[in-house]
């Protein structure tokens, strides 16, 4: 069982959409990051959000934490190609960080 | 800063064999984390280190797998004997808070294959 959920599993859009993916849990968290991979590579920080209901954004990347410090949301406006790769987010179990399945993203010229 | 160095960036063995996963971490990084990656489990904690002190092991899946940290600088990761099952991405990663707001920063990984 998946402490964490990630949906839509994959998503392939043409550049210049907008899109939002979702993080879901059913436990609380002390905090929630989102990641971003890109192929041979490492996960790399995107955000962290600690506070109920805070929104963080970054660029054309707005990320939001749930009220309940359950759930979170990533919403790219106007994406690029540059934006393809897999998106991770991660929760805080106080001991270290779990992370989600996450969501393979690919957007197309 | 050289980020997380990890070594080597692919491995391919025969089933029995011993493999050495090696990393060195960001200088001054005090946590430092072992992670598996496969598209059927996704990326899954198999160990971390505080102050090259092993503190939760529980994700190291059976016997065959170990991890040292020697010093503060290098951690290995050893399987013995290697399974094809073992074949994955392995993923060094090290932080220097823990807790809200902590960042991992992650190497570039280890494509590990196990024939």
């Known amino acids: 069982t998946q402490l964490l959920e990630q949906s839509p599993q994959f998503l392939s859009i043409q550049e210049g959409e907008n899109l939002t993916v979702y993080c879901n849990s059913s436990?609380?968290?002390?905090?929630l990051q989102w990641y971003r991979q890109e192929p041979g590579e490492g996960p790399v920080l995107l955000v962290t959000?600690?506070?109920?209901?805070e929104v963080k954004k970054l660029k054309r990347l707005t990320f939001q934490f749930g009220d309940a410090r359950k759930d979170s949301s990533l919403h790219i406006t106007a994406a690029q190609p540059g934006d393809t790769g897999l998106y991770l987010c991660?929760?805080?179990?106080?001991?270290?960080?779990?992370f989600g399945p996450g969501t393979r993203l690919s957007v197309l010229p | 800063d050289a980020g997380v160095i990890q070594s080597p960036r692919h491995e391919v063995t025969e089933m029995g064999q011993e493999v050495t996963l090696r990393c060195k971490p960001i200088?001054?990084?005090?946590?430092l984390f072992w992670y598996r990656q496969t598209m059927m489990r996704g990326l899954e904690l198999l160990i971390y280190?505080?102050?090259?002190?092993?503190?939760?092991d529980s994700g190291m899946p059976e016997d065959r797998f170990s991890a040292k940290m020697p010093n503060a600088s290098f951690s290995t990761l050893k399987i013995q004997p290697s399974e094809p099952r073992d074949s994955a991405v392995y993923f060094c990663?090290?932080?220097?808070?823990?807790?809200?707001?902590?960042?991992?920063?992650f190497g570039s990984g280890t494509q590990l294959s196990v024939l």
């Open positions: 990663a090290s932080s220097v808070t823990q807790g809200a707001g902590e960042k991992l920063f």
């Open positions: 436990s609380v968290f002390s905090s």
């Open positions: 959000v600690v506070t109920g209901g």
């Open positions: 991660a929760g805080d179990y106080g001991q270290n960080f779990v």
């Open positions: 200088s001054g990084h005090d946590y």
């Open positions: 280190f505080n102050n090259n002190v092993p503190i939760d």
